[in-house]
């Protein structure tokens, strides 16, 4: 019974997932709803997690609830007709989605770009000489 309704809960998400996708084609949807979109659709799409699944309990903690969240989230920025059709079209096609290597790439080049500010971040609050070649 508990497999069933975590196999129907996955399902939806899938088809959401989907949703999300065609609405980002749609001329109505906002460019910032596109924005958030395009990112949570990249993740789910990519074969990159942010914590590792073989990492116990916390490696599926990013699909239980950061995709669920940005899910939500995007959702939320698209206008209720265009999420309508957008669901619409998902249920009626395939619910299968490429994985997409160009999604893993964004993925990487956002980690990227997330560590270097953090780390420059740091350098700033810990008042590191960034300036200065190591060992001088």
């Known amino acids: 019974m508990m497999l069933e309704k975590l196999k129907a809960q ?6 959401e ?5 065609l609405a980002t084609h749609d001329s109505r949807t906002p ?3 596109k924005a958030v979109i ?11 997690d942010l ?3 073989f990492i116990p309990v916390l490696g599926y903690l990013d699909d239980l609830l950061l995709l669920p969240l ?5 959702l939320k920025l698209i206008p209720l007709d265009v999420l309508t059709d957008a669901r619409r079209r998902a249920a009626e096609t ?3 989605l490429p994985i997409s290597w160009r999604a893993a790439l964004i993925i990487v080049i956002l980690w990227l ?7 420059i971040w740091l350098a700033r609050l810990l008042d590191i000489d960034t300036q200065s070649p190591i060992g001088a």
């Open 10 to 15: 996955a399902n939806s998400l899938k088809r």
């Open 51 to 53: 914590i590792p699944d």
């Open 70 to 74: 940005g899910i939500y989230f995007a």
């Open 17 to 21: 997932i989907h949703a999300l996708y």
């Open 31 to 33: 460019w910032y709803a």
């Open 38 to 48: 395009a990112g949570v659709v990249a993740y789910a799409l990519s074969p990159i």
């Open 94 to 96: 395939s619910n299968v």
């Open 113 to 119: 770009a997330t560590v270097i500010v953090a780390g």
